[in-house]
C-alpha cells in the first residue's frame, strides 16, 4: 500500500533563517505531488506541484521554492524565512489516473 | 476561474442531531468533487467522492453528499453526528477532468464542526 511520509511535525525558525521540509511517498510510481499551505483560519492554498523528477510548477508567487530530486521526493525550501510563511504545510500526492490527493500529516512551523 | 465556497465558517451542533455542511462551487463545465476531513494537527482524510453517476455519494463514518448540478452545489450530510465528527470539513473540486497532468484540488475555505454534549 501507499504510504506517505513528511517531517518534521512541528518547527520554530528564527526570521532570516532557512527552511527544509521533506516529503517522501512509498508503494507508488511517478507520482504528482503536491505542496500546500494553511494559514490559521483559512482553507488550503497550493504552492507547488510537480509531474515529475525536476518539474516543478508554481501557483503562488512568493518566499518558496520547491524541488523534487528523485521520483518519490519532494522538497520545501526557502533561504530566508518570514514571519508571514507561518502556517501548516501538507505534502499530497496523487496517481496519474487517480483523482484523490492523498496527503502527509503536515508540519507546522511557527517563524519567530 | 474556479472557485469553491463553503458558507459556514463554523457550526455548532449537539450530539445525535443531523447536519448539514454546505459547499458551491463556480464552474460551467464538469468537475469532480470531494470532501476532506482534518483532524487538529493532522493531514487531511478523504470522506467521500463524486466523479458521475449517481448524484448520491456515500462516504465514510455515515456522512453522504449529493451533486446538484443546477444548482452547482455538493453539500455534506450525516444523520446523527458524534463527538468523534469534531473537526474541520473542506470542499474541494478537481476542474480539469480531461487533463492527464497534474489535477489541481481547489479548496474551499473549510468549515469548522464542532459537536456539543
Known amino acids: 500500500s501507499q504510504t506517505i511520509h513528511q517531517w518534521p511535525a512541528t518547527l520554530v525558525q528564527p526570521v532570516g533563517s532557512p527552511l527544509s521540509l521533506e516529503c517522501t511517498v512509498e508503494g507508488t510510481s511517478n507520482p504528482n505531488l503536491y505542496w500546500y499551505r494553511q494559514a490559521a483560519g483559512r482553507g488550503l492554498q497550493l504552492l507547488f506541484y510537480?509531474?515529475?523528477?525536476?518539474?516543478i510548477s508554481s501557483e503562488v508567487p512568493q518566499n518558496l521554492s520547491a524541488s523534487r530530486p528523485q521520483d518519490r521526493q519532494f522538497i520545501l525550501s526557502s533561504k530566508k524565512l518570514l514571519l508571514s510563511d507561518s502556517g501548516f504545510y501538507l505534502c499530497?500526492?496523487?496517481?496519474?489516473?487517480?483523482?484523490?490527493?492523498?496527503f502527509g500529516q503536515g508540519t507546522r512551523l511557527t517563524v519567530v | 476561474a474556479q472557485s469553491v465556497t463553503q458558507l459556514d465558517s463554523q457550526v455548532p451542533v449537539f450530539e445525535e442531531a443531523p447536519v448539514e455542511l454546505r459547499c458551491n462551487y463556480s464552474?460551467?463545465?464538469?468537475?469532480?468533487l470531494f470532501w476532506y476531513v482534518q483532524y487538529p494537527n493532522q493531514g487531511l482524510q478523504l470522506l467521500l467522492k463524486y466523479l458521475s453517476g449517481s448524484t448520491l455519494v456515500k462516504g465514510i463514518n455515515g456522512f453522504e453528499a449529493e451533486f446538484n448540478k443546477s444548482q452547482t452545489s455538493f453539500h455534506l450530510r450525516k444523520p446523527s453526528v458524534h463527538i468523534s465528527d469534531t473537526a474541520e470539513y473542506f470542499c474541494?473540486?478537481?476542474?480539469?477532468?480531461?487533463?492527464?497532468?497534474?489535477?489541481?484540488?481547489?479548496f474551499g475555505s473549510g468549515t469548522q464542526l464542532t459537536v456539543l454534549p
Open positions: 464552474s460551467s463545465v464538469s468537475v469532480y
Open positions: 474541494a473540486v478537481i476542474l480539469d477532468i480531461s487533463s492527464g497532468s497534474a489535477r489541481q484540488l481547489t
Open positions: 510537480s509531474v515529475g523528477i525536476g518539474q
Open positions: 499530497a500526492w496523487g496517481g496519474r489516473v487517480s483523482t484523490e490527493a492523498f
